[in-house]
């Protein structure tokens, strides 16, 4: 039963520069969360897809943005980088919007330069 | 002020130790309460779900809700090496919500 997988493992980007993550839920899964955690910190809430929409978002600007295609993968997209980027960015997955506890993949190592 | 706040330790303790992990919160809307298990270079493990006032034990973890004090535990019998890692507090104002609002971490450390 493959769990969440996440790609790539590690990035390296400069300020300025554009990213795409991407991220593939828990079999059975249609609902995708993304989190940011930064270094020596919990994982913050970015925000929530399900149905291919967004439908909760935390307190992230408007750069980071996301998608949810068809197979329920999903992409998180962060435009402009900051040096404050650099973080650990997880997806997790779920069963519908409420009703099953999240399952995290190992998430996305992005280093902005 | 943050809406969880949680010790980051590192907390160092001996194999066979009983470990007290805590949290505290100012949100009272939180009505689900999850602890979460890190490994180094992995993503969070869920390790305890709680909703409400109470305790919940599963095996060698027991997970404590307060909520009028908003204060939350998880302790941890028999303490192995194996359980090193950093634990994370969770909570949410949904039932198993994708919105958690997370703790720092504690670093937790058991020596052989």
């Known amino acids: 039963d493959a769990g969440v997988t996440q790609s790539p493992t590690h990035l390296i980007k400069t300020r300025g520069q554009q990213v795409t993550l991407r991220c593939s839920p828990k079999?059975?899964?249609?609902?995708v969360s993304w989190y940011q955690q930064a270094l020596g910190q919990g994982p913050q809430f970015i925000f929530q897809?399900?149905?291919?929409?967004?439908?909760q978002r935390g307190n992230f600007p408007d750069r980071f943005s996301g998608h949810q295609f068809p197979n329920y993968s999903s992409e998180l997209n962060v435009n402009a980088l900051l040096l404050g980027d650099s973080a650990l960015y997880l997806c997790?997955?779920?069963?519908?919007?409420?009703?099953?506890?999240?399952?995290f993949g190992n998430g996305t190592r992005l280093t902005v330069t | 002020q943050k809406e969880v706040e949680q010790d980051p330790g590192p907390l160092s303790v001996p194999e066979g130790a009983i470990v007290s992990l805590n949290c505290t919160y100012s949100n009272s809307a939180f009505q689900y309460f999850m602890w979460y298990r890190q490994y180094s270079r992995k993503g969070p493990e869920l390790l305890m779900y709680?909703?409400?006032?109470g305790n919940k034990e599963d095996g060698r973890f027991t997970a404590q809700v307060d909520k009028s004090s908003k204060y939350i535990s998880l302790f941890i019998r028999d303490s192995q090496p194996s359980d090193s890692a950093t634990y994370l507090c969770?909570?949410?104002?949904?039932?198993?919500?994708?919105?958690?609002?997370f703790g720092a971490g504690t670093i937790l450390r058991v020596k052989s």
């Open positions: 897809y399900y149905e291919e929409e967004e439908r």
């Open positions: 997790a997955s779920s069963l519908g919007r409420r009703g099953s506890p999240l399952h």
């Open positions: 969770a909570m949410s104002a949904e039932v198993y919500g994708n919105k958690l609002v």
């Open positions: 079999s059975g899964h249609d609902t």
């Open positions: 709680t909703y409400s006032s």
